[in-house]
């Protein structure tokens, strides 16, 4: 039942499994129980973290807000389960103000908004993306110069999303993967507490070949062949284990 009000700096510090550095913060606390940390900033992943925190006393929900720059995302993914593979690499540039209840299920209860930008990484072969490649035809598709993205996964130059939601739901209708071997794109909804998805997913895949298409005499000069040939798919079900249905 003391207010309290206080400031930290730290060389090194660690939160669970998240190591950190040049950490500094103020923090308060009042006797209603609301607190909040504010000028958070730190160094993790050869990246920076510049965030607030908030919590209400009454009914212990938590508002996260701030960005991220920089920061190595695949160390981020190994927090949750250092045993298994990270499903994407890269830098991650984020920027957020979410709320969640602290009292319940953390992620059922999430709402709020959050913008993500991936820079030069790679897709990594997880479950989706290897059912979505068994549905393309790769031989017609690959050349000497695009290493089997089956085996290698998908690299790219960037990995944006814009997510908006609320009680874990959250929708995206921009999601975008741009690079080398194919470009990916996706709309629909995602729910946090139980992993699954209800999305579209295009896939234009090696860049190659459309390029060549453009060349051709009837169909070249002016014509829009970046996008001349595409796949669709809607993705339903958990993440780990979804259904991949083919789009005419």
């Known amino acids: ?45 050869d990246g920076r973290a510049d965030l607030e925190f908030s919590g209400r006393g009454r009914d212990n929900w938590i508002n996260i807000k701030g960005s991220v720059n920089g920061v190595r995302i695949d160390p981020l993914f190994r927090l949750a389960d250092p045993a298994a ?68 996964g998908v690299p790219f130059q960037s990995l944006t999303a814009d997510f908006k939601g609320r009680d874990g739901d959250f929708y995206s209708d921009n ?19 139980d992993g699954n998805v209800d999305m579209e997913v295009g896939m234009v895949p090696f860049k190659t070949v459309n390029w060549l298409v453009a060349k051709l005499p009837i169909i070249g000069g002016g014509f829009a062949a970046d996008h001349l040939l595409a796949a669709f798919f809607h993705v339903t079900g958990r993440l780990s284990n979804p259904r991949v249905v083919p789009k005419p």
Request: aromatic share 8%; hydrophobic share 45%.
């Open 175 to 193: 999601l975008l993967l741009r690079g080398p071997v194919m470009n990916i794109s996706a709309l629909g909804h995602m729910r946090l507490g």
């Open 1 to 45: 039942p003391v207010p309290v009000v206080g400031h930290i700096e730290a060389n090194q510090a660690s939160l669970e499994r998240l190591a950190m550095s040049r950490v500094s913060c103020d923090f308060d606390r009042a006797v209603d129980g609301d607190w909040q940390v504010r000028n958070f900033a730190a160094t993790m992943y």
């Open 85 to 152: 593979p990270a499903p994407l690499s890269g830098r991650l540039k984020a920027k957020g103000d979410l709320w969640a209840d602290a009292d319940t299920d953390f992620f059922k209860t999430l709402a709020g908004t959050i913008s993500t930008d991936v820079s030069d990484g790679v897709l990594h072969k997880f479950e989706l993306l290897s059912r979505i490649l068994s549905f393309v035809n790769l031989k017609t598709w690959l050349s000497a110069k695009v290493p089997d993205p089956r085996v290698n």
